[in-house]
């Protein structure tokens, strides 16, 4: 069975915008991964753009694309024809060649000027937990791929939460990773007026996910943090230590589904 798994949120005290979330949060968040030692610079990144491999010419959608910095970056490696879409809008100047669009990944379909075109990578970095049906969020996308293309979607390890809860909720770690209530998460580093509720989900609610909407997971992976960036930032190292990090997986579309 796959366990829907949207995240919403709250503002949780005087000043957060109910309707418009992610504008609070936006800009901590980004001011978090700025940071030259955010797990971002040090692991995902690296480690996304390393599965995305050569980008010259490809036409590359980034959904849920924070202020756009990825989807520029991948622009200036030579793609071509690239967009980035978030809720937030909190963009920053694209660069040529490089569309923002301020919308929802939920239906990519939907979002203004995307109806009827064709990417050859569409990503998912971070944001696929705010989808609202993440199934049919994953469908739209997959029927947006040109022939060759593939999704390369990254999630934070589900065990890392519930490691999380049960040291707040002084239970066990299986107890909190099979618990199927919503929770309430606020994160520390971006914004702590603002809260997510989130749905736990477990590997085999994310991978069935994937088979119900057509994919086939052609890599995993799960990312390390450097040696040379341990030594550096070894406070760092304890938190992947302790919380394990993201899961990273290139989907491609099941021929003949
Ligand atoms: C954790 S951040 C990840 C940002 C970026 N992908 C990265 O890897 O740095 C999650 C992003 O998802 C965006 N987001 C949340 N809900 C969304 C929705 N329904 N549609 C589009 N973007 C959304 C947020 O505004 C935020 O920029």
């Known amino acids: 069975m796959v ?9 949780r005290a005087a000043g957060g915008d109910l309707s418009r979330p992610w504008q609070t949060l936006s800009s901590g968040f980004e001011q978090a991964r700025a940071r030259e030692d955010s797990l971002d610079r040090l692991v995902e990144w690296p480690a996304q753009r390393a599965l995305l491999g050569e980008v010259t ?4 959608l980034d959904a849920g694309c924070g202020n756009g ?14 967009v980035g879409v978030d809720i937030s809008g909190n963009f920053i100047t694209p660069p040529l060649g490089v569309e923002l669009i301020e919308g929802d990944l939920s239906d990519l379909a939907a ?3 995307l109806a009827g075109r064709r990417f050859d990578r569409i990503l998912f970095l971070q944001s696929f937990g705010y989808a609202a049906d993440p199934v049919r969020a994953l469908q739209i996308a997959r029927e947006m791929l040109t022939g060759d293309g593939f999704i390369l979607l990254t999630r934070t390890h589900p065990v890392r939460y519930a ?5 707040e909720n002084g239970t066990l770690l299986g107890e909190e990773y099979f618990a199927t209530e919503s929770f309430a998460y606020w ?5 702590d007026q603002v809260t997510l509720t989130k749905r736990p989900y477990t590997m085999s609610d ?6 119900a909407a057509g994919l086939w997971m052609e890599t995993a992976v799960e990312p390390r943090m450097p040696a040379e960036a341990a030594e550096r930032f070894p406070h760092k190292q304890e938190v992947m ?3 394990l990090g993201i899961l990273m997986f290139k989907l491609r579309p099941i021929p003949g589904r």
């Open 3 to 11: 366990e829907e798994n949207s995240e919403t949120h709250t503002a």
């Open 187 to 191: 994160h520390r580093n971006w914004n």
């Open 241 to 243: 230590n302790k919380y």
């Open 69 to 82: 910095a990825k989807i520029a970056q991948l622009a200036s490696d030579g793609a071509a024809a690239s």
């Open 111 to 113: 979002v203004p000027g």
């Open 206 to 211: 994310l991978l069935n996910t994937f088979s």
């Open 163 to 167: 490691i999380e809860r049960a040291e």
């Open 57 to 60: 010419g490809l036409a590359i």
